[in-house]
């Protein structure tokens, strides 16, 4: 697989790291967005995780990052909150690789996994949302 073949629209959702059972699956949501990536030769990445999109435009982090292949496909991403909006103070760094797909494997999409830990805290007093939360994710990439 080449790098450029991360470029996509993906569903992306992360997930707290609890290792008990859970009864409601929703007790393990961290987040569902929507990730958009492009890949420049030699595996420059930049995009944007939407948090919202309406008539005033969207609401997101900006992404940058860099892809590797070798032995399969790795990346790392940088998430910053957009100037001027509500995640403005955001910042989260992502690591993660392109799943296999399996040789017999029906209706399999191309997905990505791997951590995601927020870098700097953000919000305040109450809404203080504290630097090194981690979690896993996964995102599934949609139709072109």
């Known amino acids: 697989m080449d790098t450029a073949d991360l470029a996509g629209t ?7 790291e609890v290792p008990e059972p859970v009864d409601d699956f929703n007790l393990l949501r961290f987040a569902q967005l929507e990730l958009r990536l492009s890949v420049e030769p030699g595996g420059a990445i930049s995009g944007i995780l939407v948090f919202s999109e309406d008539g005033d435009g969207l609401l997101g982090m900006d992404i940058t990052g860099k892809a590797t292949s070798g032995s399969g496909v790795h ?4 998430g910053r909150g957009q100037p001027h909006t509500p995640i403005s103070d ?5 690591e993660g690789i392109v799943l296999p797909h399996w040789a017999e494997g029906r209706n399999q999409r191309q997905t ?3 951590t995601v830990l927020r870098a700097e805290d953000h919000g305040s007093g109450d809404d203080l949302a504290p630097a090194g939360q981690t979690a896993g994710f996964l995102a599934v990439k949609r139709d072109a």
């Not at 993906?10 to 707290?16: C, E, G, I, L």
């Not at 990346?75 to 940088?78: A, G, K, P």
């Not at 955001?90 to 992502?94: A, G, I, L, V």
């Open 10 to 16: 993906y569903t992306y959702r992360s997930f707290f």
């Open 75 to 78: 990346f790392t991403l940088t």
């Open 90 to 94: 955001f910042h989260y760094e992502y």
């Open 112 to 114: 990505l996994a791997g």
